[in-house]
């Protein structure tokens, strides 16, 4: 079973992937065998590879220590993912390569990227085959159950064909037009299971936190499947792939390393503005936090910082 830290922009960079895989390391306690944590770049752009390689390279940067780790690209034109994915493939030692075929932002809709490929699903699956053909390295892609309720026949019959050419598929719950809504499809992702070629893992990406991990409920319908890819739940708990449950003394020491981190990797301007996203989730459920919370996010100092942090 893999436990998947899901791409996200802004989110899962080197840093914040260090934190998590050293935490699961650390904290995780089962008699089952442990699980296999999977950990994703964030989203990188084969147009941005191509003509703008100094806007995308900190999406590059990588510890071998978060390893096992996927680069995901996104494209529309297939020259430039080729050529993206031959790069990556030829200069980093990422553990394997995928496509995004899921993400719904307007920006990357507009390219006729990301979930936009959905629709012409021929042409997609010739995509998929050509990259998958021109890498050495596993290729895999992330994807959604349609574009709309009408669509998801003829998408699950494109994620089987898919799954032919693809060490891995991980399986957004929702359709693109379902945009706000939680309610979830788990018999979608069970009868792609049922139907994909054996070799290929299938990941069910739902919304999945500390409650959905305990429920005995939960966990036996999902047993058949190769994995979990948890998404938002993870930007403020950084512990929810282990059972741990962590004091306020060590969050706050988490919070320091993980500042230290960002200081490290980053400009200073850009580790000042990403951080305030962590620290929000960080401190989320403690007294007085929307105080803290608005003294942090008017800080653009490190030392400023890690004063207020303590003083929580």
């Known amino acids: 079973m893999y436990y998947c830290l899901a791409p996200m922009d802004g989110i899962t960079d080197t840093a914040y992937r260090q934190i998590?895989?050293?935490?699961?390391?650390k904290y995780w306690k089962s008699p089952d065998k442990s699980p296999n944590l999977l950990l994703f770049t964030e989203f990188v752009s084969s147009d941005g590879y191509v003509h703008n390689f100094d806007g995308i390279k900190d999406h590059l940067i990588f510890e071998n220590k978060e390893k096992p780790l996927i680069c995901q690209i996104f494209g529309s034109n297939l020259q430039k993912l080729v050529y993206t994915a031959?790069?990556?493939?030829?200069?980093?030692?990422?553990?394997?390569?995928e496509l995004n075929i899921g993400c719904?932002?307007?920006?990357?809709?507009?390219?006729?990227?990301?979930?936009?490929?959905?629709?012409?699903?021929?042409?997609?699956?010739?995509?998929?085959?050509?990259?998958?053909?021109?890498?050495?390295?596993?290729?895999?892609?992330?994807t959604r159950a349609g574009v709309n309720e009408k669509d998801k026949e003829k998408q699950?019959?494109?994620?089987?064909?898919?799954?032919?050419y693809c060490w891995m598929i991980s399986i957004h719950w929702r359709t693109l037009n379902q945009w706000h809504s939680w309610e979830s499809d788990l018999d979608?992702?069970?009868?792609?299971?049922?139907?994909?070629n054996p070799n290929?893992?299938?990941v069910?990406?739902?919304?999945?936190n500390r409650e959905k991990l305990q429920n005995k409920e939960f966990l036996e319908k999902i047993q058949t499947l190769d994995g979990i890819m948890i998404w938002q739940a993870a930007i403020w708990d950084p512990w929810i792939f282990t059972n741990y449950i962590p004091t306020w003394e060590e969050k706050k020491e988490?919070?320091?390393?993980?500042?230290?981190?960002n200081v490290k990797y980053k400009w200073e301007r850009r580790w000042v503005v990403e951080f305030r996203k962590f620290v929000g989730s960080y401190i989320k459920w403690i007294e007085n936090a929307s105080k803290y919370r608005v003294e942090l996010m008017k800080t653009e100092s490190y030392e400023e910082f890690i004063s207020i942090i303590e003083k929580i």
């Open 20 to 25: 998590v895989k050293e935490i699961f390391e």
């Open 86 to 97: 031959q790069e990556i493939d030829k200069n980093y030692n990422f553990d394997g390569i």
């Open 104 to 142: 719904p932002a307007p920006k990357i809709m507009k390219l006729w990227a990301g979930s936009a490929l959905m629709i012409d699903k021929e042409n997609t699956l010739e995509m998929i085959k050509t990259l998958k053909n021109a890498i050495k390295s596993p290729f895999s892609i992330k």
């Open 156 to 164: 699950k019959e494109f994620i089987i064909k898919a799954s032919e």
């Open 188 to 196: 979608f992702v069970l009868d792609v299971k049922e139907k994909a």
């Open 200 to 202: 290929c893992k299938i």
């Open 204 to 208: 069910f990406n739902w919304w999945i």
């Open 254 to 261: 988490t919070i320091k390393k993980h500042l230290t981190l």
